[in-house]
């Protein structure tokens, strides 16, 4: 075997740009803010020009309203921690190069001791570099120095409340629609899989891509965090949080919708044989699984669907969301019996029942009615697998129609 090594070149300039650029509206913003505090603070504060106000107006508008209290907070305490740290050591050490160093090095230990954030510990020893270095020292000049830091947060704060505050709840409604969307998909390629009689590779194949659920879940939660936090403390948050919380709702069903689905793909990889698809209860399996991502993706298109800009009262056209709320799918049979052994008797095991109903108050569609399937006599060398894969669908079931405790 001959094996070709691969030579990969980073370019260290590449790192220097992000992915994505950020949005015109916060750069129109963030100069206003930068623009606003400075002007204000050479009305208020007499003195020279207002480095602390522009460099907090400029760090402290970000793209949720949290995000820009929380950076106002963590810069304002890094701020006066600095200013008295430095103010100190000057009354008591005097000028010299080496009192600026002192300060520097307390500043880190301080901020280690206290644990503060990334953002608060730069701030510390900048600050008290700054006011050592940039004029006369003296506890007016360090109060002027707080207050024009106060003054820069507190403007950007506003400008990013005022001006169009951002609403991210966009991203993460596509993100649960295309997770919804790429569910049923995995539960459809079990169905074709069990119906064509695929081998152990393709089986692979296929697992990789179930698998690859559970990192697009986690990122599913992630937009849907960022989206809760531009929400909160946001004068247009109103209208968007009933839509926020239902696509909450919606992807934790769908966590657990990913984990069976990536678990029957796995046991059916490591159990697969030739003379699987003959076995007419995996027929019927197959049937079911494929009901199943008819009815995940009829999920995903109607959250696709769900306008953006409606209004609270015009938002719940099928139902309300609440801790017991499941998918909402309506039909189905719910009886679980029968033994299922090798060599057992009858046996039989409730359909899924899933399609339709209203999922989540995403409206309301006809419901896809299964059967039963009946396991007459369980096959000797796959009973494992079928039956594995039965409760399997049983417990999607239980999911689906929020029985599931």
């Known amino acids: 075997m001959r094996l070709v090594a691969t030579v990969v070149v980073v370019n260290p300039v590449a790192r220097l740009r992000s992915s994505s650029r950020t949005p015109f509206l916060q750069v129109v913003k963030t100069a206003v803010a930068v623009v606003t505090a400075v002007l204000l603070c050479r009305v208020l504060i007499d003195g020279p020009f207002p480095t602390f106000a522009a460099i907090a107006a400029l760090l402290v508008v970000q793209p949720s309203i949290t995000q820009s209290f929380v950076k106002g907070l963590e810069r304002s305490a890094g701020v006066v921690l600095g200013v008295v740290l430095a103010t100190g050591f000057h009354l008591w050490l005097g000028d010299g190069v080496w009192v600026v160093l002192v300060v520097i090095v307390l500043a880190i230990l301080l901020s280690w001791a206290l644990r503060l954030t990334p953002t608060s510990a730069t701030q510390v020893g900048i600050s008290g570099m700054l006011v050592l270095t940039a004029g006369v020292v003296t506890p007016n ?10 003054i820069g947060a507190l403007v950007a704060l506003v400008v990013n409340a005022l001006i169009v505050p951002p609403v991210l709840l966009e991203p993460a409604h596509l993100a649960v629609a295309r997770l919804a969307r790429d569910t049923a998909a995995a539960f459809e390629r079990i169905a074709i899989g069990l119906t064509e009689g695929w081998d152990e590779a393709r089986w692979h194949e296929a697992l990789l891509q179930a698998r690859a659920l559970r990192q697009q879940h986690a990122r599913t939660e992630a937009s849907l965090t960022a989206a809760g936090e531009s929400l909160t403390m946001n004068p247009r948050g109103g209208r968007h949080r009933t839509i926020l919380e239902r696509d909450v709702a919606v992807t934790e069903h769908l ?35 494929a009901r199943i991502g008819a009815d995940v993706r009829s999920l995903s298109a109607r ?3 769900t306008r953006l800009d409606a209004r609270d009262e015009g938002v719940r056209p099928g139902g309300s969301v609440g801790e017991g709320d499941g998918l909402g799918v309506a039909g189905g049979d719910a009886g679980v019996g029968g033994d299922a052994g090798v060599g057992g008797g009858a046996g039989v095991v409730g359909g899924t029942g899933v399609g339709g109903g209203a999922v989540a108050g995403f409206g309301v569609a006809e419901p896809a009615l299964t059967r039963p399937i009946r396991v007459i006599r369980p096959n000797s060398r796959h009973w494992v697998l079928i039956g594995a894969l039965l409760e399997d669908i049983r417990r999607v079931r239980e999911e689906l129609l929020g029985e599931d405790d």
């Open 255 to 289: 966590r657990v919708l990913v984990t069976r689905v990536t678990g029957m793909t796995r046991a059916i990889r490591d159990n697969t044989a030739e003379d699987l698809r003959a076995d007419p209860v995996v027929g019927s399996i197959a049937t079911e699984v």
């Open 303 to 305: 959250v696709e669907a």
């Open 141 to 150: 000049y360090s109060a002027d120095r707080i207050l024009e830091t106060v």
